[in-house]
């Protein structure tokens, strides 16, 4: 079935940098997003990779691998308001939907 | 940027009735609509998509006589969720897609917290 990995939770303290990693699978496989949500909020589109390489949004970044079946948000200078919790999500070819990500809770601490 | 709203926002209600959810995108016309269910601290599990003026597509495990959808304009969908039990009591978020555009261009909603008591 179609699956993507994301680590449960990271912790870092602002102005510092983080990535986090999600892992997809590869069969039919089109693109990656990403998604950021506070609690009892509405998901945001952040960013989106089709291509391999990275695609740059102000100080966040996300990056994509098909050969490796392997992406990742890059979030620079941190601030408390970035705590939250990332998910990617894929859409697979013939699929008409998104598929979401475990997704990864990010603690920003002072 | 483009809006989607829901309503309500937040209900309770006693297990055995109907609760309707609706989910309106504001400034732009939405061939489809997505409803999502997501647990505390979970991700978004996708419940159905639905394409205007047509029978929603349910994903696998979800019962289509529990939970209802319909879709008869380009800017409404509603999620009826029938005979409510406290197992149904979740976060329900709609996301709209508009005409033409990718799959992965959707505008979500800010959610429905349900409650079944």
């Given at each position: 079935g179609q699956s993507l990995e994301q680590p449960s939770e990271v912790t870092a303290v602002e102005g510092a940098i983080v990535q986090i990693n999600c892992t997809y699978q590869t069969s039919g496989f089109y693109g990656l997003s990403w998604y950021q949500q506070h609690d009892g909020g509405a998901p945001t589109f952040l960013s989106y990779n089709a291509l391999d390489g990275l695609e740059e949004t102000g100080r966040f970044s996300s990056f994509l691998s098909r050969s490796d079946s392997y992406g990742y948000l890059l979030l620079q200078e941190?601030?408390?308001?970035?705590?939250a919790s990332y998910f990617c999500a894929a859409t697979y070819t013939g699929f008409q939907k998104l598929v979401f990500g475990t997704g990864t809770r990010l603690l920003v601490s002072p | 940027g483009a809006v989607v709203s829901q309503h309500p926002s937040r209900v309770i209600c006693k297990s055995g009735t109907s609760v309707k959810i609706e989910c309106r995108s504001l400034d732009f016309q939405a061939t489809t609509m997505f409803w999502y269910r997501q647990f505390p601290k979970k991700s978004l599990m996708l419940m159905a998509t639905s394409n205007e003026g047509s029978k929603a597509t349910y994903e696998q495990g979800v019962e289509k006589d529990k939970f209802l959808i319909n879709h008869?304009?380009?800017?409404l969908s509603t999620l009826t969720v029938t005979?409510?039990?406290?197992?149904?009591s979740s976060f329900y978020i709609c996301s709209a897609r508009g005409q033409g555009?990718?799959?992965?261009?959707q505008f979500f909603g800010p959610g429905t917290r349900l409650t079944v008591l």
């Open positions: 941190l601030q408390m308001k970035d705590s | 008869a304009s380009l800017t005979s409510a039990h406290p197992e149904d555009a990718n799959y992965n261009e």
